[in-house]
């Protein structure tokens, strides 16, 4: 078997995966393909027959002379599969395979890259497919993403290699059927290099890495830009710089590049690894998974429904403690008891299943940082080495959407300030690359994420002087470690030396804080001078539950959220005192702090107006600290958070709401919120 | 009121059908029963402070929690003592595009009647004593009338007793 005729049948293989009824150009090339492979293997009759037939077949569907399409594409395919094999068996063993002899491929359609049109208007009737599209586009995208971060290492794994031929050929596939002709072009284009890769034509490192990580950036634009059109039913707007993307593919997939001298050893890689491959792709889809990895299969659910699932099954909870409660008063059966409990089982089961549906594994986020640092170690030129572990630990979705930014800051922080740049490191006798690790793990009901770097440490001096600076803290103040390190968390507080547009502009750490506040976690720190941070983020593993202490204040009771408080006492009357004979305030601790009397502040009819007979919760707003007087405390429990709902609209000093055991509504306290609307 | 019909005439021929009626103390009050969602019989209400005050609170209605208005409170009427006959009426309304529900404390509901088009009038006018803006028409049932209500906007207007000029 010639080189080029193998190359013609691979053509033919995919096309005929690809192929659909309407598309007559592809179908037509095909039909020429197929009878030149006819002509070229007269000397074979078997597979001059078989890929006479084959045409013939695709001349039917042309022609529109089947009845059934799919069984018409299915019948072609295996003819192209029968010819594959023929020729394979009679195909000299490992035919050498010269670089040089590859054709460039410009003989196939989206040739001239000048030359594509814009995409056109996503139609109404399109609209669900293309969304379909995107979000299947945007998980190959990802997966390819992680593949050529990983190849960036180690360039020779072929299994990396086909995953990311295989993205972009899903795509490209998809994007035909919707003529999303740019996204195609580009997918094309991109395939074309890889599939040299594949074969082991050209090395893919380097600037190829590079190039194809590019295109990859550019196609999640598009696809963004076809996610906002499908909205708008408008035209995807346009993307900048594909035609000089597409060109450096193109150049990027010539053999015999100078980078491309030192022949990968694997080269002469035996042909049955080669038909492996090429195996899975000619299988077409259905071959998605990487093999070896056993994927589970997935459905697609809406978040409104998986919500609608979850408030349904905390519903069943509650009723299911209400009917407990009811006959165990009534009756002393055993069998009854036994069933009841039973029933308790499997609702909580149900539960915590239900919670875990919105958990999603955080590698998604960790593989946006491993990006990150690639990009912005070569842009600062330092060298990191990136470390993840437990990618698989799981939290809310919710949170994970919103721990992202925060992460980004904070990991271009540790490169940037944390690093130190590779002479700086051989000097001080550490390895010329820093290391920088990301650990996700859960600790007792929370999710703990490192961010650890073995570089210089925070510079403590330079911190507590800037804060001098900044007036912050005062010259003569005695400050612990931590103090100090929380300082760098104050807005307009940047210890970088120089201004560089990757940080040091002295915001970010202040929002980084705040996000992660929003999110009801925090942030510790520790450092130790010439040996690296450790910056921990704690986050709640779901925004959907808190731990709260129920108060009661007259009739009603109240959620206050357990982070907020600091204790709870019951105050003895030389405590209390109070200034102009109105503020109230209670002495904790040799700190004087005032009193908000919760019945005053929500107007309602309170057991106690004495301070002495009620209770005093301590609360705390990062600074700020309370007394909330209340009633009484009921308990501690974990509660589902739901909004009062939009009609009421958002009240100062309530978080929300939630149900609780007995199935009445309960008000969450919005602690800072109070605080502020007792302050103006 | 003559004047008042020929005002809405154009209207009054859509508005015949189905309506769910209720009672406010003597007054009878008729909801269209499309916008009816179920009617619960009265049960705690989490009161929510810094609401207007015809904003009862929020009530848990399986898993999803709604807030509920006192029509009494809501029309200026004296507040009355619950009995056994005070339930909650659960109303799907559309505000600003986004379908609701939300509930209405009434004192007693009394039946579903059918009432024809020609047998609803505009409502009359009461001049600026009071506003009748979400009174969509009169339904009459022999003598009785039925004062035939648009809950949305009931429920979503600003003021219902309009400030004598």
Do not use: W
């Not at chain 1, 042909?271 to 998605?288: K, L, V």
């Amino acid at each position: 078997m010639t080189h080029e005729l193998g190359e013609l049948i691979e053509k033919c293989a995919s096309a005929a995966v690809l192929a659909r009824p309407g598309d007559l150009a592809a179908l037509a090339q095909l039909h020429t393909d197929l009878q030149s492979v006819g002509a070229q293997t007269k000397d074979q009759p078997a597979a001059s027959i078989t890929a006479g037939h084959a045409a013939t077949l695709v001349e039917n569907l042309v022609l529109g002379d089947v009845d059934d399409v799919d069984a018409a594409l299915r019948d072609i395919g295996s003819q192209v599969n029968a010819l594959q094999t023929i020729l394979r068996s009679t195909a000299p063993a490992a035919a050498p395979k010269s670089p040089a002899a590859a054709p460039a491929p410009q003989s196939e359609e989206h040739a001239a890259p000048g030359q594509i049109e814009p995409e056109r208007q996503i139609v109404e009737s399109d609209a669900p497919l293309a969304m379909e599209f995107v979000g299947e586009a945007n998980a190959h995208l990802d997966t390819a993403e992680a593949s050529l971060l990983k190849l960036e290492d180690d360039p020779t794994d072929l299994n990396e290699v086909n995953a990311l031929f295989r993205a972009f050929h899903t795509i490209k596939g998809v994007a035909g059927f919707l003529e999303l002709k740019q996204i195609g072009a580009l997918a094309h284009s991109t395939e074309t290099l890889l599939d040299l890769a594949r074969k082991e034509k050209v090395k893919l490192s380097g600037s190829r890495l590079d190039v194809v990580l590019e295109a990859r950036d550019m196609m999640k634009q598009m696809v963004g830009a076809v996610e906002t059109a499908a909205a708008a039913q408008a035209a995807p707007k346009q993307v900048s710089g594909l035609t000089q993307l597409l060109a450096r593919l193109e150049k990027a997939a010539q053999p015999g590049d100078a980078q491309d001298e030192a022949a990968p050893a694997r080269a002469t890689a035996d042909a049955a690894e080669h038909d492996e491959a090429a195996a899975n792709i000619t299988s077409g889809p259905a071959a998605t998974a990487q093999p070896g990895v056993a994927q589970e299969a997935n459905v697609k659910v809406s978040t409104g429904r998986l919500d609608t699932l979850i408030n349904t099954v905390g519903e069943l909870v509650i009723a299911q403690a209400m009917v407990a409660q009811d006959l165990g008063m009534i009756a002393s059966d055993q069998r009854l008891s036994r069933n009841l409990s039973h029933l308790g089982k499997i609702t909580r089961s149900l539960q915590d299943l239900s919670m875990s549906m919105r958990m999603v594994p955080i590698a998604g986020v960790f593989q946006k940082m491993a990006r990150l640092v690639r990009d912005v170690s070569r842009k600062i030129g330092k060298e990191v080495e990136f470390v993840q572990i437990g990618g698989e630990t799981e939290l809310d979705r919710n949170v994970v959407e919103a721990i992202s930014d925060p992460l980004v800051h904070m990991v271009r922080n540790a490169i940037d300030h944390g690093l130190e740049g590779p002479e700086d490191r051989l000097k001080s006798g550490k390895t010329r690359a820093g290391k920088l690790t990301l650990k996700a793990s859960h600790h007792s009901g929370n999710v703990v994420i490192e961010i650890t770097d073995d570089g210089r440490g925070l510079p403590k001096e330079k911190i507590v002087k800037k804060a001098i600076a900044a007036g912050i803290v005062k010259e003569d103040q005695v400050l612990t470690d931590q103090e100090i390190f929380q300082l760098i968390f104050h807005a307009g507080l940047s210890t970088a030396e120089k201004l560089t547009d990757i940080s040091g502009r002295g915001v970010g750490m202040d929002v980084v804080k705040k996000n992660v506040e929003a999110l009801r976690g925090r942030i510790e720190i520790a450092s130790t001078p010439g040996h690296g941070s450790i910056f921990t983020v704690r986050l709640p593993l779901t925004l959907a539950v808190i731990d709260g202490l129920i108060v009661k204040v007259g009739a009603q009771r109240y959620i206050v959220p357990i982070t907020s408080i600091e204790q709870s006492i019951r105050p003895t009357a030389e405590q209390i005192s109070t200034a102009l004979g109105r503020g109230e305030m209670c002495m904790i601790r040799e700190k004087v702090l005032p009193i908000i009397r919760l019945h005053r502040l929500f107007n309602v009819e309170p057991t106690n107006t004495d301070p002495t007979q009620a209770i005093i919760v301590i609360v705390q707003d990062g600074p700020n600290r309370r007394c909330l007087m209340v009633d009484e405390l009921i308990g501690q429990q974990q509660v589902v958070i739901k909004s009062v709902g939009k009609e009421i609209g958002n009240l100062p000093g309530i978080a929300g709401c939630a149900i609780l055991g007995d199935g009445n509504v309960s008000l969450i306290l919005d602690i800072a919120g109070i605080i502020e609307s007792v302050s103006e | 009121m003559s004047e008042a019909v020929t005002i809405g005439k154009t209207t009054s021929a859509a508005r015949g059908g189905k309506y769910l009626t209720f009672a406010l103390g003597p007054e009878e009050y008729g909801l269209e029963i499309l916008k009816v969602r179920e009617i619960i019989g009265y049960m705690d209400i989490t009161a929510v402070p810094r609401t207007p005050s015809h904003v009862r609170g929020v009530i848990n209605l399986r898993g999803q929690v709604i807030s509920v208005t006192d029509l009494r409170r809501r029309f200026g009427m004296p507040g009355i003592e619950k009995t056994e006959q005070t339930c909650i009426i659960v109303v799907e309304i559309t505000s600003e595009g986004r379908r609701m529900s939300m509930g209405i404390v009434v004192d007693r509901v009394s039946e579903v009647l059918n009432i024809p088009s020609n047998a609803i009038e505009d409502a009359p006018s009461f001049g600026t004593q009071l506003a009748t803006d979400f009174i969509c028409g009169m339904g009459k049932i022999g003598s009785n009338v039925k004062i035939l209500l648009d809950i949305d906007k009931v429920l979503t207007a600003e003021q219902v007793t309009a400030v004598a000029a």
